[in-house]
């Protein structure tokens, strides 16, 4: 047994707490999720010049029940952004009249954003280019067996060890 094979910890010392493991697993996730991030992004700005923080906005927002504006907290949520970061995002969706604030029901400090028609068409324009780099992505990890079950999962809802 190597040094390194000896000093992992396998055990964990806290109920339900991580060990070495996991963490190698959750890495290996990480990177396949920062590499499919790099290549949605790289694509979006190319064919569309919209970050893919933009898209994932407008995709958001797109998904609003009938068209209802969402509160700024639940968006920040859906995208996996900090509040503050949501809020200068929807700053330059306005500023590109892609979307709009809007005072919230209740007691007038809730804030919330809305597509406008050209945010919406601007967010079909590139839907395409995104769910095919996504696509291209998910089946090139396939090849990776560390990665392949998540990919599988994200393609098919399924994990790939049942087929």
């Known amino acids: 047994m190597s040094e390194r094979t000896a000093n992992r910890t396998t055990k964990h010392p806290v109920a339900g707490s991580a060990g070495d493991d996991e963490d ?15 290549e949605l992004d790289v694509r979006l700005q190319r064919r569309h010049g919209l970050p893919l923080s933009e898209y ?10 009938a068209g209802a504006a969402m509160r700024m907290g ?11 970061t949501v809020t200068r995002l929807i700053a330059r969706l306005e500023a590109q009249d892609l979307a709009e604030r809007l005072q ?28 095919a780099a996504l696509g291209a992505q998910l089946h090139a990890a396939r090849g990776n067996v560390h990665l392949a079950d998540l990919a599988a999962w994200v393609r098919d809802g399924e994990s790939s060890s049942i087929h």
């Open 104 to 131: 919230g029901g209740g007691d007038g400090r809730a804030v919330t954003a809305a597509l406008t028609e050209a945010g919406r068409q601007r967010y079909d324009e590139a839907a395409p280019t995104y769910r």
């Open 56 to 65: 994932r906005a407008l995709c958001a927002l797109s998904r609003a029940e």
């Open 74 to 84: 639940e968006l920040a949520d859906r995208i996996g952004l900090k509040d503050s």
């Open 24 to 38: 190698d697993r959750w890495c290996t996730a990480v990177r396949l999720l920062g590499r499919i991030e790099r």
